[in-house]
């Protein structure tokens, strides 16, 4: 009897609607591309009536997503977007934390920073396509990708400091790793907004694109460049942003000491093996990766 009254249930338009509705509305979009994109992996905020905020449930989603895209070995390239049109991520969700604990917003912000990490540490190239406003921690997101891309009238800002508080999740410190020192004081001193062609005169974003009806150029400029990525030796690629995000944390010396470290990972390796034969041959090479 009740095996016969669940299957009921489940057959009912009600519950099917219900299950649609929940499952269109997941805050995190994720997918796998196919076909001439195959090994581009897309990650997608998708919270419209919060502008993309963060809550402890996407910064939960996220977290665990990157942990997927870490081990299974299926990306090499991740592109980071928005899901909701004229928004990437207007930072914290505030109307969450107002009703926080002082205790829970430090496991918050902690949380976050992790999240931050996490996605600036991931072996593969990670892109961001901004579009629309990118400010608190959606503008740290982004800081954490290894190539950012932004519309013309995008907007972004550490805007902290109006609300009494700092950069939390990694502003303070990747910002002024990114551009001129001095200019990112002023930014998060005065928690100024700017738009996508002054973020690419000071080095923020390094391609400014004009905005198409669907709101989607930011994100089209990305793909170009993952296509650009692909036919490239994964296992070099990846190791040559370890050489990178280390070495610049060092000086010169030690620098060079890590990208000999580095090089000597490639030596050995079927990828370099498959490249020499098919620069011989005249052909693609075949790569296998990991």
Known sequence: MLKK????????KNFTRFYSQKSSHSELFFNYLEGNHEGIAILGLNRPEQRNAFSVNLVDSLSKTIDKLRYDGTARVIILRSMVPKVFC???????????????????????????????????????AIDGVAVGGGLEICLACDIRVA????KMGLVETKLAIIPGAGGTQRLPRIINPSIAKELIYTAKVIDGIRAHDIGLVNYVVEQEPKGDAAYQKCLEIAEEILPNGPLAVQVAKQAINKGIEVD???????????????????????????????????????
């Open 90 to 128: 207007a930072g914290a969700d505030l109307k969450e934390r107002a009703v926080m604990t002082p205790k829970e917003v430090s496991s918050f912000v902690t949380n976050l920073r992790g999240v931050m990490s996490k996605l600036q540490n991931i072996p593969v190239p990670v892109l961001a």
């Open 5 to 12: 009254a669940l299957l009921k249930i489940l057959k009912t």
């Open 252 to 290: 010169l010396n030690t620098g060079l000491a890590i990208e000999e470290a580095c090089y000597a990972q490639i030596i050995p390796t079927q990828d370099r093996i498959e490249a020499l034969s098919a620069f011989r041959e005249k052909r693609k090479p075949k790569f296998k990766g990991l």
């Open 151 to 154: 519309s013309t009238d995008s």
